[in-house]
C-alpha cells in the first residue's frame, strides 16, 4: 500500500557516544507518586542493549509514566534509571526517542515540518532535514499531506506523522506508547511489518507500550505484564524469533499454536492483574 522505504536513517557511528553500552535501559526499584496516587510502585526492568520490551497492563497502571521516567521527562521518587550507561535526566533524554501517547504535533507546523523537529533540533539546516525526513512521508503515506496541519488531519494520520517523527530522531532507544492504537488494522499491519524490518536492519533498544497482546508479540522479544496501579511487573514471557515479513508471515505466526499459547499465557496473566 505505501511505496517502500528508499533510503535507511543514518546510521550511528561506532565512536558515538550514543552507541549502545552494556545493559541497555535498566530500572532498580522506580517508585512515582502523584499526589495521592500511587502510580508505579518499585519497578525493576532490564532491556538489554538491541533488544525490545513490550508492557502490557491495566488502563491507569503507570506505563506511559514509566516511559516518561525512562526518557528524563520524568523523575522517579525513588530507584534509579539507567539508559545506555546515563542516569542523568538530561543524558536519558538524549538516547531516547520517545512516542507520546497523545501526539504532541505543533499546531502551526505542517506535516514534514513537524518531522523534521528533531533533527533540526540536532542542529541540522531546515533543508537538510527535510531531506532526510522525505522518504518516510513516501514510505508512510504521507507525501501529498506534507503540508497540512495536524488539525487538518484524522487521529490516524496524525498517529502516523507521531510515529515518523519518532523514528526521524534516529536514537538508539525507542519508546512507543501505543504508537498504533489510532490506526486502521491494515495500515497497523504495515507499519508494525515495517518496524520489525527497520529493527532487523538497524536495531535499537525499544520499549513497546500497548493494549495489544499481538502487537507485543509479534515485535517484541520479551512481554511484561504490569498490575493494575500502583504498577508492578507481575509477569514476563520470552517471545521466541520468528522469521519473514509481509502478510504471509504475519498470517503464519498468529496461527502458530505455540505463538496462540503465548497469546492465551499473557492474555491470563493480564485478567488476573486487573
Ligand atoms: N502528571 C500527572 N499528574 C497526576 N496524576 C498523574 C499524572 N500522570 C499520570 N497520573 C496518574 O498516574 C496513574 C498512571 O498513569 P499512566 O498514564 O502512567 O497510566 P497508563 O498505564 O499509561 O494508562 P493508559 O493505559 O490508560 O494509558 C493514573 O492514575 C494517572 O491518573
Ligand atoms: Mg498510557
Redesign the pocket.
Given at each position: 500500500m505505501f511505496a517502500r522505504r528508499s533510503s535507511p536513517p543514518p546510521a550511528l557511528s561506532s565512536s558515538d557516544p550514543l552507541q549502545p553500552v552494556g545493559t541497555g535501559v535498566e530500572l532498580r526499584g522506580v517508585t512515582?507518586r502523584?499526589?495521592q496516587?500511587?502510580?508505579?510502585a518499585s519497578a525493576d526492568l532490564t532491556v538489554p542493549a538491541h533488544s525490545r520490551l513490550g508492557i502490557v497492563?491495566?488502563?491507569?497502571?503507570?506505563?506511559?509514566?514509566?516511559?516518561?521516567m525512562i526518557c528524563g521527562l520524568?523523575d522517579p521518587d525513588a530507584g534509579t534509571v539507567d539508559v545506555l550507561g546515563a542516569a542523568d535526566a538530561p543524558g536519558r533524554l538524549a538516547r531516547c526517542a520517545w512516542m507520546p501517547?497523545r501526539d504532541l504535533l505543533l499546531p502551526w507546523r505542517g506535516v514534514l515540518a513537524n518531522a523534521r523537529i528533531p533533527l533540526e533540533n540536532q542542529g541540522l539546516s531546515r533543508r537538510e532535514a527535510s531531506r532526510r525526513v522525505q522518504p518516510l512521508l513516501d514510505r508512510f503515506g504521507l507525501a501529498e499531506f506534507a503540508d497540512h496541519r495536524p488539525a487538518q488531519l484524522s487521529g490516524g494520520l496524525r498517529q502516523r506523522v507521531s510515529f515518523l517523527r519518532t523514528v526521524a530522531a534516529d536514537k538508539p532507544v525507542l519508546l512507543l506508547?501505543?504508537p498504533f492504537g489510532a490506526l486502521d488494522s491494515i495500515t497497523r499491519a504495515d507499519l508494525q511489518d515495517w518496524l520489525r524490518a527497520m529493527l532487523a536492519d538497524e536495531p535499537r533498544t525499544v520499549v513497546l507500550?500497548t493494549?495489544d497482546v499481538e502487537e507485543a508479540l509479534l515485535l517484541c522479544d520479551r512481554v511484561v505484564v504490569?498490575s493494575a496501579?500502583?504498577?508492578r511487573v507481575v509477569a514476563s514471557v520470552d517471545v521466541p524469533p520468528y522469521a519473514g515479513t509481509g502478510a504471509a508471515a504475519r498470517r503464519a505466526r498468529l496461527a502458530d499454536p505455540d505463538f496462540v499459547a503465548l497469546r492465551d499465557t499473557v492474555l491470563a496473566h493480564l485478567e488476573s492483574a486487573r
Open positions: 512515582k502523584f499526589g496516587t500511587d502510580a508505579v497492563g491495566p488502563s491507569g497502571c503507570g506505563k506511559s509514566t514509566l516511559l516518561s520524568i501517547q506508547d501505543e507500550v493494549h504490569m496501579r500502583p504498577g
